[in-house]
């Protein structure tokens, strides 16, 4: 229980911080009430099911997570791919897999990967998230318009078949719509109603609306799936065969990197609002856990929440008690609460996801990066979108991070320089004690920067194709940081090579961790007893007697 443990040694469960924690989980919960519901929709689940992954996932990561602040449950991250599992599997098939992922997350936890999500780079993690908030958009028109089904598999397909029964749109309907979209995005702005969350005032007033005046053909959470149940969630184990677990690897692993990307991200927002650190290893744990419980409790995939975080947080939050507050809100709302949220348009929520999608896409930071980024990072950034929206996520974000992994490599080689050394350089640089000219038939190269394989063209560049064959080249090893094994079998051929041309290879001022891996690849053997020196200065001293002993032996 290390949010808990860790709260406690903090004393943040001491009285002077109970009405905050109080205060901030109830905002919280109330927020949360409308989003689960609307996410389960959006999913292909029922209402309820979004709300039973509210509580138990938000239990969960309360108690086990790496954060004090975090708030876990459906998110609109996770839309895309949840929708397709359920329209392909099942609501099922949807829980197999949200165990499954529950188990991945628990062992990148347990493996200590926390660190490595860290690495996905700002065009990748826009761009997916920009392309998420085009489909959620997209994926509710039915909802908000009242549009008949379209049976389409493919986004552009959908779209197109959107446009094509758009004139049988519902205008009581679209009007709700629209009113619910004013409200959500509005209420903030009059002062008497910006403590009240846009998105429940939305729902609460298209309800209140629907119940009133009764609008014919508008469809309801009553309509469509009959109410929610005026219960807590029990235990229920999915069904699971061998051929499910194997059909399904491959969601599960998409639903586990996007939650463990979304948690992390949104432990770091809360670690910059609140001035805390969290536990990345950690938070992997209790999103895996919670992974693991939701399914088995009527929900599916969840993870850490960034708006309902930050609105724990800028509510007063200091510690674990809201989000377990949090829980407590959505267990009252389905006990005492759920014959209330019948009459609820569906278009109300589906302007709620609105809102969503359009915080989600972040569309000013989107254009500005493509206005102001270099422009290799702006091909990722589309190349990410596009590949979101109209092929797959999964797709999407490995093939973003691998152009991204290319682009860094491109960079990084770029910056490895390979240079020829003259005596007044060396002379320079030791401080006058240098030799001011090198012995006759010496060549020094410095590598400067890591001498992985990005780096090897330049190398053998710099040195194979040199009009000049010296008795001796001494490679200054002083700025190389790290080799790789490419990097260490292009040495080796280089030694060989000016082996084989008579000339003699000295290497030097090699770091520990270097040093080590030339010994491990018996390069320290291939140069001879005499062909490695711990300083450059020895390096040299030993080419000038060299020298002069070859001298004494011809005169």
Request: glycine share 10%; charged share 15%.
């Amino acid at each position: 229980m290390i949010s808990l443990l860790e709260a406690q040694r903090a004393g943040l469960f001491r009285r002077a911080h109970f009405l905050p924690n109080i205060v901030a989980g109830a905002i919280v919960g109330v927020v949360a009430l409308p989003l689960s519901m609307a996410f389960a929709i959006a999913s292909g689940a029922r209402p309820e099911h979004g709300l039973y992954t509210a509580i138990i996932a938000g239990l969960f990561v309360s108690v086990f997570g790496g954060t004090r602040f975090q708030i876990a449950g459906p998110t609109g991250a996770f839309v895309a791919i949840l929708a397709g599992i359920t329209a392909k599997y099942g609501v099922d098939g949807l829980q197999v897999a949200s165990f499954m992922a529950g188990l991945i997350l628990l062992a990148m936890g347990m493996a200590r990967m926390g660190g490595v999500i860290r690495f996905i780079p700002a065009p990748v993690i826009l761009g997916f998230t920009a392309g998420i908030g085009v489909i959620i958009w997209v994926g509710q028109w039915k909802y908000f318009f009242g549009l008949p089904d379209v049976d389409a598999v493919h986004f552009h397909e959908r779209v197109w078949k959107l446009l094509q029964v758009f004139p049988q749109l519902h205008v009581p309907t679209m009007l709700i719509g629209l009113a619910s979209l004013a409200v959500a995005v509005g209420a903030g702005r009059i002062p008497a109603l910006k403590r009240v969350p846009g998105p429940l005032l939305a729902m609460a007033a298209a309800g209140a609306a629907q119940a009133a005046f009764s609008f014919d053909g508008v469809a309801t959470i009553g309509s469509a799936f009959g109410g929610i149940p005026q219960q807590l969630p029990s235990f229920a184990m999915p069904a699971v065969s061998a051929e499910r677990i194997v059909e399904l690897v491959g969601p599960a692993f998409a639903i586990a990197m996007l939650g463990a990307i979304e948690s992390l991200l949104s432990a770091v927002v809360a670690d910059g609002m609140a001035g805390t650190r969290h536990d990345s290893n950690q938070e992997l744990i209790g999103q895996g856990l919670a992974n693991l419980a939701a399914p088995l409790f009527g929900g599916f995939a969840a993870t850490g929440a960034i708006a309902r975080t930050a609105t724990n947080i800028r509510n007063g939050a200091t510690g674990p008690l809201a989000g377990l507050v949090h829980v407590a809100t959505l267990v009252l709302v389905i006990v005492a609460l759920a014959p209330l949220v019948t009459d609820v348009p569906l278009a109300a929520l589906a302007a709620i996801l609105f809102v969503v999608a359009w915080n989600m896409s972040e569309m000013p930071h989107f254009a500005r990066m493509v206005r102001r980024a270099p422009r290799a990072d702006v091909a990722i950034l589309l190349i990410t979108f596009a590949l979101t929206v109209l092929v797959d996520l999964v797709v999407a974000v490995n093939i973003g991070v691998i152009l991204a992994t290319l682009q860094f490599v491109r960079r990084m080689s770029g910056s490895v320089e390979v240079m020829q050394l003259t005596g007044e350089q060396i002379n320079h640089e030791l401080g006058g004690d240098g030799p001011a000219v090198l012995p006759q038939g010496v060549l020094v190269y410095a590598i400067d920067g890591p001498f992985f394989f990005g780096a090897v063209e330049n190398f053998e560049r710099a040195l194979l194709v040199t009009h000049t064959v010296p008795q001796v080249l001494v490679l200054r090893l002083k700025r190389v940081p790290f080799m790789d094994i490419t990097g260490l079998q292009a040495l080796e051929e280089v030694i060989q090579k000016m082996q084989s041309r008579h000339v003699r290879v000295i290497l030097c001022e090699a770091n520990a961790r270097v040093m080590q891996k030339l010994q491990a690849t018996e390069l320290t053997q291939l140069v001879g007893t005499d062909g490695y020196f711990d300083t450059l200065d020895a390096a040299l001293e030993h080419c000038r007697h060299a020298d002069s002993s070859h001298s004494r032996r011809q005169s």
